[in-house]
């Protein structure tokens, strides 16, 4: 008996060890070189700037910079106007493709392809549509008198610019989930409430929404945790400007480690933004295990 | 009788090739080019394969944006076994790519083949901007000034002339001075049904279009030219720091934030090929800009302008009309250093081959040429009366001034670039904040680095290929 149980523990280790080496590889390696370089000075383009440890230098320079304060809250604010967007937009569109109306499979299908396109894409999609002087958004705009307007080039509309580019491409990725919860909800609750006489709102108010709750929470941090992140669409879109206007925390580290080539500060940044995830995550399972009646 | 007719051929083919390099001598040999897609590429990716037939090395050129290209040069330049033998250099970058060794040597190749190469036909500035510290690092295959292009049909109009004289009191002419510059912005701003040289207009019509934007530091591209004009320089000789936050700088600010009314809507986002566009679509009466462009607008081809006007060129406008040394620059082909011997000898022979006298001329007689370097080819008169702007590329070249070869220059195009598009979006309150926030953030990279070796990297000594 021990024999095989020391044999099968021989067995499960040979089967591990494949993934364990990626997982070293891909993502605990790198994680660990990038935890080093950020305790030292290492610019790639200037081989002459000496590469030394210099502490928390890179982390201090880091969190006393008004730069990284503002990229931080564009990229709250940003987060806040997409999130609620696709919430509202999310639901509503899953309402309605829940139905059993004609054509609802297919637009249900439809529906999912932005998400299915590379951000870049997307990026690129919007662009050709932004484009202050040929992009089709003021072609058609021009048929009702209205624009040009500076769509990407403009303080006022940036932030919304790319707003709407994600809204566009992740309200169904809200859809979908919402609509499997949806159609996995028991009948019997709805019609008792209608017996009651309660009207579709208060229906959707007091019956719906309390049952979606924990899939509606999960999809929203997952979309957060995203948010947090996003960098293609800006990238192509604006690439942070007009100004500063649409400057992210991504677009920060990026432009620290491959504009500057400051890479001990890019990688502090990366850690900075690290602990801001994981913060976001631990706050996300703390809401998941509260009783919703408790509070 | 056999060795000697092999003697002839050779000798024959030597001299077809100008004495670049025997047929088949690189066989073995396979070069890549990291590369923009701009004029001074792209007017010689197609014809690649006659070096192929003269010498036997294939050339491969991969061409990318502006934007980013430094990054794949610099992550070329540290990685030990090259992908690219050759390298498409913009003068400005010399100085980090020089500091870090990235750049075979071409002094002695330049010295040795000077004859070959007609190094004394070549406009001096545009070596000496290739330098660091008086090493050639790069060859130039196009050479450039920044200067203003305008509608010298409009100019000449008469409606337009007489319109001008009643309200500014002096005669429309290419401006001297930027007050002037502004004036004919504010003039020429017109929009849709407005007259426009005894046309309706059918779209708005801009008075200027210059390069806002902040990527890839586009803005820096026109403001530091501009900075310039006022007599500014890069840095303090004293201290070897920022000076691009004294008068000249803000003065430079303040004429391109009075500009903006007189753009295109989307002027914060104007790169310098977008900007270009408006000019090259006929759309804004002037914009000032490098040279690397300004033949298409002589290209019915590669614009619509010269199918409804006439562009005209002038030098760059100075702070108080006096002449000021315009900036120059200079797009070049390098080797990387860490070619193999025999990479390097092929990859030379195909930037002598590349950048000769003969294929440029060949480039001008076709029409599409690239913005010139040579003496004789400048002052050409028949060239000249092809390409206008010849002229005004010669003369100003005469007293020009080297643009910026520090190793920090990235780090000043996107600081510079970031903190004057935030200036110029309204996000900060004055020139004079936006600058010294921008020198500040400069400084303090800088000041880690003992004195003499700030000022080593702002010294320019005199190439050594001309001693």
Same mark, same amino acid.
């Given at each position: 008996m021990a024999y095989i149980r020391k044999r099968n523990r021989k067995i499960f280790l040979i089967f591990m060890m494949p993934a364990v080496l990626v997982l070293f590889g891909t993502t605990i390696y790198p994680m660990l070189y990038a935890g080093y370089l950020s305790f030292r000075s290492y610019d790639l383009a200037k081989l002459f700037v000496p590469r030394v440890y210099v502490g928390w230098a890179n982390y201090r320079e880091i969190l006393s910079s008004s730069e990284f304060l503002h990229t931080l809250i564009v990229t709250f604010k940003l987060m806040a106007m997409t999130l609620s967007v696709q919430l509202v937009l999310g639901v509503g569109i899953a309402l309605l493709v829940t139905q059993r109306l004609p054509g609802m499979g297919v637009a249900r299908t439809l529906l999912l392809i932005p998400m299915m396109i590379s951000p870049v894409i997307v990026g690129l999609v919007w662009l050709f549509l932004y484009?202050?002087?040929? %992009?089709y958004l003021n072609y058609f705009l021009s048929f009702l008198g209205l624009g040009p307007y500076a &769509?990407? *080039? /403009?303080t006022d509309w940036a932030l919304w610019a790319i707003a709407i580019a994600d809204i566009w491409q992740w309200t169904p990725f809200v859809m979908m989930g919402t609509a499997a919860a949806l159609t996995n909800l028991s009948p019997e609750p709805f019609e008792a409430a209608k017996l009651d006489g309660n009207s579709p709102f208060d229906v959707f108010w007091r019956v719906t929404l309390p049952q979606i709750r924990p899939v509606l929470i999960s999809l929203m941090f997952l979309r957060a945790i995203d948010a947090f992140k996003i960098y293609d669409i800006i990238f192509v879109l604006t690439k942070g400007g007009p100004g500063d206007t649409t400057e992210v925390l991504s677009m920060f580290i990026y432009r620290q480690s491959f504009t500057f080539w400051r890479m001990g500060v890019g990688a502090a940044a990366s850690f900075v933004s690290l602990v801001i995830i994981v913060v976001l995550i631990t706050l996300f399972f703390k809401s998941l295990n509260r009783d919703p009646h408790q509070a | 009788m056999k060795h000697f007719k092999t003697l002839v051929v050779a000798g024959a083919v030597s001299l077809v090739c100008g004495g670049l390099? /025997?047929? %088949?001598?690189?066989?073995d040999v396979e070069l890549k080019m990291l590369a923009i897609g701009d004029t001074s590429v792209t007017r010689l990716a197609p014809i690649v394969g006659e070096f192929e037939e003269l010498t036997g090395a294939k050339v491969q050129i991969d061409q990318f944006p502006y934007p980013g290209l430094i990054d794949k040069i610099v992550i070329e330049a540290s990685a030990?076994?090259?992908? #690219?033998?050759l390298m498409w250099v913009d003068s400005p970058w010399v100085g980090v790519l020089g500091e870090s060794g990235a750049l075979e040597d071409l002094t002695d190749l330049v010295k040795r083949d000077a004859a070959e190469i007609n190094l004394d036909d070549i406009v001096p500035i545009q070596l000496q901007e290739n330098t660091w510290q008086g090493r050639l690092l790069a060859f130039p295959a196009s050479g450039m000034i920044w200067h203003q292009n305008y509608r010298k049909d409009l100019y000449e109009h008469p409606d337009e002339q007489a319109a001008f004289k009643a309200k500014y009191g002096y005669d429309l002419a290419p401006a001297q001075t930027w007050d002037q510059y502004i004036d004919i912005a504010e003039f020429f701003t017109r929009k849709a049904g407005d007259t426009l040289a005894g046309e309706t207009l059918e779209k708005d019509f801009y008075g200027n279009a210059q390069a806002y934007s902040r990527v890839a530091g586009a803005i820096t591209h026109d403001f530091f030219p501009i900075m310039r004009s006022f007599g %500014?320089? #890069? &840095?303090?000789?004293? *201290?070897?720091?920022?000076?691009?936050? %004294?008068e000249a700088a803000l003065a430079a600010a303040e004429v391109m934030k009075k500009l903006v009314a007189f753009n295109p809507p989307d002027y914060l986002g104007l790169m310098w090929d977008i900007r270009t566009g408006y000019m090259e679509r006929g759309e804004t009466a002037q914009s000032s800009y490098w040279s690397v462009r300004t033949v298409r607008l002589t290209n019915p081809d590669e614009a619509v302008l010269p199918t409804i006007g006439e562009a005209g060129y002038a030098p760059s406008p100075t702070g108080d009309g006096n002449a000021q040394p315009t900036m120059t620059g200079a797009l070049s082909f390098g080797i990387n /250093?860490?070619? *193999?011997e025999r990479e390097k000898e092929a990859a030379w022979a195909f930037i002598k081959w590349g950048t000769s006298r003969d294929m440029m001329r060949r480039f001008a007689n076709e029409g599409s040429g690239v913005s010139q370097f040579h003496k004789s080819i400048l002052s050409d008169a028949g060239l000249q009366e092809k390409y206008p702007y010849y002229q005004v590329l010669l003369d100003t070249q005469e007293n020009a001034q080297r643009r910026i070869f520090h190793p920090f220059y990235a780090d000043v195009e996107e600081v510079f670039g970031v903190e004057l598009n935030k200036y110029m979006a309204g996000e900060t309150e004055s020139a004079q904040e936006a600058l010294t926030n921008a020198c500040t953030k400069i400084n303090t990279r800088l000041k880690v680095f003992p004195q003499d070796m700030r000022l080593r990297w702002i010294a320019d000594p005199k190439a050594e290929i001309f001693n």
């Open positions: 484009f202050p002087e040929l %992009g &769509w990407i *080039t /403009s | 390099a /025997s047929a %088949g001598e690189f066989d030990n076994t090259p992908s #690219y033998q %500014g320089q #890069y &840095w303090d000789p004293e *201290t070897g720091l920022c000076a691009m936050d %004294g /250093s860490k070619a *193999t």
